[in-house]
């Protein structure tokens, strides 16, 4: 129902949009969030909006690179990420819930992810 997509590889300065697409139901009164979780690493928060678009949270490492908006009409979230570093290469996931919170607490959708790879 979440698909995730517009990940690839991208040289560290440079910048991608991903895009979550929702079918089946409307997501309109959820707030999204994004997640990403590198090799050996554990799932990590990146950023929330809620239903409106109107708030939106991000984690400090990605605070003043990345946005997150959403189009409700289209049914579909996104997330801006520019200013790639290395760092940020991971498998990227969308998710919807009441709430988005850092742990993830609050999820009853997850869409499958897309791979970011930012290469040095």
């Known amino acids: 129902q979440l698909q995730a997509s517009g990940g690839g590889l991208v040289q560290a300065g440079g910048s991608l949009r991903l895009s979550c697409a929702a079918s089946?139901?409307?997501?309109?009164?959820?707030?999204m969030g994004w997640f990403r979780q590198a090799p050996g690493k554990e799932r990590e928060f990146v950023g929330a909006?809620?239903?409106?678009?109107?708030?939106?949270r991000y984690a400090d490492s990605v605070k003043g690179r990345f946005t997150t908006s959403r189009d409700n009409a289209k049914n579909t979230v996104y997330l801006q990420m520019n200013s790639l570093k290395p760092e940020d290469t991971a498998v990227y996931y969308c998710a919807a819930g009441t709430v988005i919170t850092h742990d993830a607490g609050g999820v009853h959708y997850w869409g499958k992810g897309t791979q970011v790879t930012v290469s040095s």
């Open positions: 089946g139901r409307t997501f309109s009164s959820y707030a």
């Open positions: 909006i809620d239903w409106s678009g109107g708030i939106t």
